[in-house]
């Protein structure tokens, strides 16, 4: 038998993680939306605007871990985040956009195939993914370390590698992200767990832009 106290407080708690990750994935998508705002409004903007759209892009995701009690303080700062980091990238899309436009639109659905994938991976194992989350994280850190190598040395192939051991990192990120999201039924984290989300798609929109660039050469 059932009891029905259980039986309300499951269904209760399944419907909280509905609505969290619809709200949550609502405002990924108008995130992308305010991004390609951004990318739009700054497409003859100078070079000098990545460094202040980046720049203010975190500082924006840094007020954001002091407005979890405020919905709409952090859905505005979540909406400025997706626009200012449309700002910084406006110069290498509008590049892509001339030279080499199908790399870009190959970058664009790989990155829908590799969210779903992913995500999908990540929100329906059962498995605990903690473990995977901190060893990417800690990936991550060493590869922004040989990043920063590949710019003093000139490495063969370190480009390459560099674009796929990205999203070896991001995979483990996203499927982490995606299970934090299944577990969790706060709806006020809804806007911190869509940025988090929508920066694992802008890292990996990057790299396999990267990575088709190079095949379309």
């Known amino acids: 038998m059932i009891d029905s106290a259980s039986y309300r407080e499951t269904g209760s708690a399944s419907g909280g993680t509905h609505a969290l990750f619809g709200q949550t994935m609502g405002y990924v998508a108008a995130s992308a939306g305010f991004f390609a705002l951004g990318a739009y409004l700054a497409r003859d903007a100078s070079a000098g605007w990545t460094f202040v759209g980046f720049i203010a892009a975190l500082a924006c995701l840094f007020c954001m871990n002091f407005t979890r009690q405020s919905a709409s303080a952090s859905t505005g700062l979540l909406f400025a985040v997706g626009l200012l980091l449309g700002v910084a990238m406006s110069p290498t899309i509008a590049y892509y956009a001339g030279a080499n436009p199908q790399a870009l639109w190959?970058?664009?659905?790989?990155?829908?195939?590799?969210?779903a994938g992913c995500g999908a991976i990540g929100y329906a194992t059962r498995r605990d993914l903690s473990g995977l989350a901190r060893a990417s994280f800690w990936a991550l850190v060493a590869l922004i370390m040989f990043g920063?190598?590949?710019i003093f040395v000139?490495?063969?192939?370190?480009?390459?590698?560099?674009?796929?051991?990205?999203l070896v990192v991001f995979a483990?990120?996203?499927m982490s992200d995606f299970q934090r999201l299944r577990r969790s039924t706060d709806i006020d984290s809804a806007p911190l767990m869509a940025a988090s989300i929508f920066l694992d798609a802008l890292n990996v929109f990057q790299f396999l832009l990267g990575l088709f660039s190079r095949n379309n050469r």
């Open 106 to 115: 190959q970058a664009g659905g790989g990155t829908a195939l590799f969210m």
């Open 148 to 150: 920063v190598l590949l």
């Open 154 to 166: 000139n490495i063969p192939g370190g480009s390459l590698a560099y674009s796929i051991l990205g």
């Open 172 to 174: 483990g990120l996203t």
